[in-house]
């Protein structure tokens, strides 16, 4: 018998054990798996200097930045999102980070826990997924009090950190937890009263809020920064570890494809767009000239990059994905 023969006869009996069977043969076994339509955990690291520094996302939400941003050029906003291949209204990211420096367990900011709806509310599955517990946080600095930034301290009554102090501006305080400030607010604004007292009540009533003023130090290589504009007692939040500098600038920019361009344009949301404007322009400037790190709330994320500057206006350059090394 040939090679080739029994090649041949040795095929044909299979064919005829697949077939008895009621099996595929071999060929078919690459056929088509379900989709799994998941995503991975929203958490990434950035080693700065000593200090781990985790981005946690708390979902993403659908904003009509065509109708919400100001002083925009006709046209400005439609083109800018159609010239980064994104969609309005604008799928945003809402991002809070956790800064472990072997010390301290700080979280910054909390996202929007149960109250807007199913696509936010995932920073404490996050949190845990990075491996993590709520518990171990010692520490909450708050960049103001909006709801996507302090929803998340609370849930069915009880506190979602039990161990850990707040701390948020002075500024911020006196006025989103000043009742007598609310009838006197733009109708855009006025929810955030109400949930600004129910987010801090149960850490108020525990005696684990402690409220700053201005530009203050407040643990070694962390620093509260003021931004005002967006809110009163708007914060960031500027890391430093090992010659390395990571600036958390909370909701200093919205709208990524347009603001950076044009830094001219606010938002509904901010409570002095004027403020907010001189705020975003003088931060921009510095973080392009001097090339550290930054991360915002809404920028997509993970939110990691530098900001460059590109004629009148500016770039933002995202960090680049690893998994090899840690990242510095």
Known sequence: ?????????????????????????????????????????????????SFEITALNDGTADFPMDQLLLNAKPGEVEAAYKNAFLRLPAETSVNGFLINTSTKLILVDTGAGTLYGPTLGHMLDNLRAAGYRPEEVDT????????????????????????????????????????SNEAGAPESQQGNFKIARQAMGLYLAANRMKPFTGDMQLFPGIKAVEAPGHSPGHTMYQIESDGQKLLLWGDLIHAA?????????????????????????????????????????????????????????????PISYTQNRPVH
């Open 1 to 49: 018998m040939t090679l080739q023969s029994g090649l041949i006869r040795k095929a044909m009996a299979a064919a005829i054990v697949f077939a008895a069977f009621g099996l595929s043969a071999p060929a078919d076994s690459f056929a088509a798996a379900p989709q799994a339509r998941t995503q991975a955990p929203g958490f990434y690291r950035l080693m700065l200097g």
């Open 140 to 179: 909450i600095l708050i960049t103001h009090l909006h709801g996507d930034h302090v929803g998340g301290l609370s849930l069915n009554g009880k506190m979602v950190f039990p161990n850990a102090t707040l701390y948020v501006s002075q500024r911020d305080v006196s006025y989103w937890l000043n009742e």
């Open 257 to 317: 494809p347009v603001q950076f361009a044009d830094p001219d344009v606010a938002i509904k949301w901010d409570s002095d767009p004027k403020q907010a404007v001189a705020t975003r322009e003088q931060v921009l400037a510095d973080a392009a000239k001097n090339g550290y790190w930054i991360a915002g709330a809404h920028l997509p994320f993970p939110s990691f990059g530098h900001v460059r500057a590109d004629g009148k206006g500016y770039v933002f350059v």
